[in-house]
């Protein structure tokens, strides 16, 4: 029986966790855990026999970190690593199944970091080709911070084989992965990526995931698994302990499993105790899966924001197309992205929901242009995209690498039309909009228009597309030529609607062609849609005509409960388009919004009228803060965080130039970064090193993996003021202590600020650093608090 056969009949147990039993055993501090399927198989064997004896029907593979990234200076190539690792397993095996797993890169992906979304799947198609063939039963990905690494990793496996594809995210205490997606935005990108199961692990204890595992379960058709931390790690008297015992385990396990989780094991702390004893309470409760039952939803997807159709109005912004738009035509002419990216913005600004991406002109490499506007336009707006050209391979490449869940923009009902698009929405997860047209041309009538959306839906089907994921438009005809045009899609929105149960979308405008005074007839038009079930127009919504019918509709249908959001709109205050031209090119709202390539522009301007260290002091340094407090607050996220930096640097580029003369200088002071001996994760110290840079210091990064000897020299030839050090491993917190430890003994009076998912501020204190770093954002405050404060009395760990 495989997998998915057994899913259907009950509850399924992983194992627990790989490294904690390794170190248990005599894993060796900087050792690649991978490295030990050679020189130790027979260790490796005994932990996943003792897992197998626990109870527990799947064993996962020796490989979480076996990418070429990770484990170039092991000695062993990625091929050898997996196809030993899943050698191992299956000798000890039984009738149990044995699971590729696969870990995070390591890297940060685009636009964070530097590696591009190919570039990932290449290095996860090095790890899966061998485990495919040393015959591996599943891939399980586990402990992604990153969704878009994430639907690379998804994407990858599905080319490569049919076998069952587990992907589990690891979720932070605000709920959301390090990258922004909440749990929502993770499980609607990936459920429809063709994998078999969605879930959560790491990070955590059990406790604190259960209202997390609900929201999950909320919305998720697929099984879910969970595999928790046994709590938090604590290093007492030298040795890596957890926080949570095997009772308070299993019976935060037995809630979970009374929700609906189908498939159980655990993380990092967890040992073939905590799995026996798992298993034990499975047989006891009785291992039969409690069905939940998730009703479908059509929802789109950017990285970090999620846009169900509900009940809500969902405007769909049009003003990136080219046609009838002389000034984009330009800009698509001369690759100018910033204007594309002001459109974007402005839309936003004003209440657009989705924004259609259209860059389609025949003297353009429209591949390219549809690329880089995605690119540029989701670095900075949070919105979804819809995907729109007429041509089917602009639309793969750019589906492709959207992070998220986009709408493709479009397929109609002619059967040529349908073998190129629904193959790409089948294999990328999107929804698609489904335009009213076949073979015959434009509909004659509501028949036809019902006929032909019955057509695509049921053609759709074949390739198990469900109709949650298709968005009618019913098509808007100009009444100039058949004033029963109009009439006849209200109608056939009415009917599509009742009759076929999916959601509707227009573009509005068409109405009106060839008449004088279009805006009253669109805006009429638009209200007589809405009533007759329209979901989603595509429209203008810088026109405030068309938003004020639209909100003023949502209120008088009570789809906007209590007048909430028509209040804050009209209830005395300034309303959006009034506000934002006047601001959106400041150099403080180019820097909030990170858009980096009006940066220098702004800056030359101002230094038209003010010295550089005006622009510093007055704008930049308070603007930098209001994008600290918002990604406190939750209001902004990671990539956005990076991005405002970003476009900080572009400013502090162009003043450095104009300080040359002057010798005055941006630098507030060096900063010494580095990961301790023995520790290969840098993620977190790489994030910490772009804030810094671009908040205005100097950053002498040691990499990773760095010796004591090198950070206590450099320290004191530098003569920093602060040093940095991470550690992303329980096993090399104590090298962390020995690198504060000679810090100290050779005199040097340097403030020392510690990272890494290990630590907490009770145990920075402990081995006497001055500051404990939460996050990357609390490495910029400790920065500014030692170079721009007196830090004599100021070393709160807390």
Known sequence: MDIRSLLKERVVIFDGAMGTMLQKRGLKTGEIPESLNFTHPEIIKEIHAE??????????TNTFGANSYKTEKSGYSVEEIVSKAVCLAKEVCKDKYVALGIGPIGKLMEPVGD??????????????VPGLKAGVDLILFETFTDLYEMKAAAITARELTNLPIFCSITLEENGRMLMGADALTAVNTLQDLGIDAVGINCSLGPKQMIPMVEEILKYSKLPVLVQPNAGLPKVVDGETVFDVDVDEFV????????????????????????????????????????KTKVKPFTAVSSATKTVVFDDRIRVIGERINPTGKKLLKEALKKQDYAYIEDEAIRQVNVGADVLDINVGLPEIDEEAAMLEAIKRVSSVVDVPLQIDSADPT???????????????????????????????????????????????GLPK?????????????????????????????CLTLTVSAQQSAGKDT?????????????????????VSFGLPERKLLNRTFLAMALEAGLDAPITDPLVDEYMDTIRAFETLAFKDIDSKDYIVYYGGKESPSESTPKSEHSLSEIILKGHIERAAKATEELLKTKRPM???EELIIPTLEIVGQDFESGAIFLP????????????????????????????????????????????GKNIVKVLLENYGYEVIDLGKDVDIELIVETARKEDVKLVGLSALMTTTVVNMEATIKALRQAGLTCKVAVGGAVLNPEYAKKINADFYCKDAMEGVRVANLVYKENTDEQTDLG
């Open 51 to 60: 897992y197998i004896a626990s109870g527990c029907d799947v064993i996962t």
């Open 115 to 128: 590696m591009s979304f190919d570039q990932a799947c290449e290095l996860y198609k090095e790890q899966i």
């Open 251 to 290: 019976d935060s396990m037995e809630q979970m499993l009374n929700l609906g989780v189908s498939i159980v094991g655990g993380c990092c702390g967890t040992s073939p105790d905590y799995i026996k004893r798992l298993a034990d309470r499975v047989s006891l409760i009785g291992d039969k899966i409690v």
């Open 394 to 440: 602009v639309i793969e490449k750019a589906v492709r690498i959207y992070n998220g869940k986009p709408i493709i923009n479009s397929v109609n009902g002619k059967q040529e039309v349908m073998d190129a698009i629904f193959p790409i929405v089948k294999k990328y997860g999107a929804c698609v909009i489904a335009l009213t047209l076949d073979e015959r």
């Open 445 to 473: 009538d509501v028949n036809e228009r019902i006929e032909i959306a019955e057509k695509i839906i049921n053609e759709a089907a074949k390739y198990g597309i469900g109709k949650e994921r298709i968005i009618v438009d």
């Open 490 to 510: 209200l109608e056939a929105i009415r009917q599509i609607k009742s009759r076929l149960g999916v959601k509707t979308t227009l573009g509005v405008s068409n």
């Open 614 to 616: 005006e622009i510093i």
């Open 640 to 683: 956005q965080l990076i991005q405002s930096a970003d476009t900080v640097k572009c400013s502090f580029d162009i003043l450095r130039k104009a300080m040359k003369s002057t010798r005055e200088s941006i630098s507030y002071g060096k900063v010494v970064l580095a990961t301790v001996k023995g520790d290969i994760h840098d993620i």
